[in-house]
């Protein structure tokens, strides 16, 4: 009779602390007077993070503006007969031996008056830096296509030059300049690629009130004869790195000062993050402890082991979902604060820190709509949905995946949508969406009727399944888990053993979905039919 006595005050306080658990922070509120913290702070830490986010989305784009700028500038000077506008994927080309040769010297020309020629704040590396011109070539051979006769060694070799800066303004660069080494075999050469670095400052920084950055090009322009078509293609590629300004000082206290307040907001983003880190924490050990109790309690009571479904119960995703976006605020804003302080520049790997854990938080804010019944069937609709909907992506990716590689293969040589994989992949997923359909029915080369008739196949094809049979299946499989959502609501969810346990303990409603409180200034207010309606 003891035993059964404590049986029954285990499972009434087991009961309590249940039912206390699953609701949302008003109910808690009205039930022991727990002011939600963790509410609180998830607003507070929206605005801020969304402040912060903002401000230095800003300062990245002083970056990336000046590193295009910068490029766009580089091939303006170094590139002759640069048009302003790229062809293709290289910038531009030459068909002519006296182009080629006349290109070469007239980087080497501008490398050497880069500082009476340039509007930019740029400069050699240092003293010791300089133009690096490097030849690729097959070895050895012989070429009389008038005969259809080849005779070469495809084996290549590489030969250098180094040009400083000082040297081209004397004498030992004109010997340079008309030896040997200049004297192109066009039928052996491969490419030449010419390799310099300079250095510039950016000034726009300050008018935003912050600290100049330094910035380092490393710049390569490579002369492209692979195909030896009678056509060199001209690529321009600039690596950069920003880098520490090493010896700067500005006269603006503004700019120290408003430093200093953007270091200090990112430190209380920093604390209000690590607090929000704490709770949610402490929100999850505590879900796995009473987790323990109940599996516990109902093997011992009911002899037999709680399923899967009520387990997952306790762990609540939102909370896994708010402690991987504090910490990557965490870190993003460390690495912000040694960014404005110069320290380090490591601004992609901020961006995607702070730009990540930005949407993880606002991303967060459905769990607090989800309080409303209203609102909450996206978040029910999408968790019922998402097993059946990758089972059928599985399969419609097996499709995809086919009809991508037969397109680069058949079509590849006939049509630039369809030159390599990734092209492919991503011209079938616009034709998927709808997009730019006609210019891909258009664009195919007709020199192959053959190839032509496969392509209209191929393409009517795709079309036809993926919009009209794949894409209608994949909205129905939706649609469904909808309906589906829809009746429960209406009719009730189903009972598992968990929500049976509970059932006769007190008036208030169990259940995250079942709850329809308000989530601002609803404390003061009881229960009503809101969770009737599912659509307005």
């Known amino acids: 009779m003891m035993a059964q006595s404590d049986l ?12 206390f658990y699953f609701m949302n922070p008003c109910e808690k509120y009205r039930a022991r007077r727990q002011i939600p913290w963790k509410l609180a702070l998830q607003i507070l830490k929206i605005l801020m993070v969304t402040t912060q986010l ?39 080309s030459i068909y002519t031996q006296q182009d080629a040769y006349d290109s070469i010297f007239y980087v080497i020309n501008q490398y050497r008056q880069l500082k009476n020629v340039s509007l930019g704040t740029l400069g ?36 250098c030059m180094f040009l ?11 010997l340079k300049l008309n030896s040997s080494f200049f ?46 078509s009678g056509k060199i ?81 306790f762990i609540n995703g939102w909370y896994v979902l708010v402690i991987i976006s504090d910490v990557m605020t965490i870190i993003g804003s460390i690495l912000k604060m040694e960014i404005k302080a110069k320290n380090l520049t490591s601004y992609d790997v901020c961006s995607i820190l702070l730009g990540t854990s930005t949407l993880f938080v606002w991303v967060g804010v459905i769990r607090y709509l989800g309080y409303f019944q209203t609102y909450n069937v996206l978040i029910l609709t999408m968790q019922a949905s998402l097993p059946k909907v990758l089972r059928f992506c599985c399969c419609a990716g097996m499709i995809y995946l086919g009809y991508t590689f037969c397109g680069w293969i058949v079509l590849g040589p006939y049509h630039e949508k369809f030159e390599d994989l990734n092209t492919v992949a991503e011209c079938l997923f ?14 195919i080369q007709q020199k192959s009727m053959l190839v032509w008739m496969f392509s ?26 909808y309906d589906t959502i829809k009746k429960y609501q209406q009719n009730g969810f189903p009972v598992t053993d968990l929500h049976e346990f509970l059932k006769d303990h007190g008036s208030v409603g169990y259940g995250k979905e079942r709850t329809s409180m308000p989530l601002v200034c609803c404390c003061g207010r009881q229960q009503s039919d809101d969770n009737l309606i599912l659509i307005n």
Request: with cysteine; net charge negative.
């Open 183 to 228: 004297s192109l075999e066009f039928y052996r050469l491969i490419q030449v690629e010419i390799t310099f670095k300079l250095k510039g400052i950016a000034l726009q920084t300050i008018h935003a009130r912050e600290l100049p950055d330094c910035y380092a090009f490393q710049n390569t322009i490579t002369f492209n004869n692979r195909a030896h």
């Open 456 to 481: 209209r196949l191929y393409l009517y094809s795709f079309i036809s399944l993926f919009i009209y049979m794949i894409l209608s299946l994949f909205i129905a499989l939706i649609t469904d888990s």
């Open 164 to 174: 400083k800066p000082q040297e081209l303004a004397g004498k030992k660069a004109e």
């Open 124 to 159: 050699y590396e240092h003293e010791g830096s300089g133009l690096k011109i490097c030849k690729q070539q097959y070895k050895k051979g012989t070429m009389l296509p008038s005969n259809d006769s080849l005779n070469i060694d495809v084996s290549t070799e590489t030969e």
């Open 430 to 443: 616009s034709l998927v969406n709808g997009d730019d359909m006609f210019a891909t029915f258009a664009q």
């Open 233 to 313: 293609k001209i690529y321009f590629d600039s690596d950069t790195d920003i880098q520490e300004c090493k010896d700067w000082h500005i006269v603006s206290p503004v700019l120290q000062k408003n430093t200093q307040y953007i270091l200090a907001f990112d430190g209380f983003v920093i604390l209000s993050c690590f607090a929000s880190l704490i709770l949610c924490t402490r929100s999850i050990v505590l879900a796995m402890k009473l987790q323990k109790r109940f599996v516990n309690f109902f093997l011992e009571k009911y002899k037999r082991h709680v399923c899967h479904a009520d387990r997952l119960e």
């Open 54 to 92: 903002v401000f230095f989305g800003l300062s990245n784009q002083l970056v990336v503006s000046f590193k295009e700028e910068n490029t766009v500038a580089f091939k303006h000077l170094f590139l002759k007969g640069y048009s302003g506008v790229d062809e293709d994927d290289y910038s531009c």
């Open 8 to 19: 029954d005050l285990k499972e009434a306080a087991l009961k309590e602390d249940l039912k």
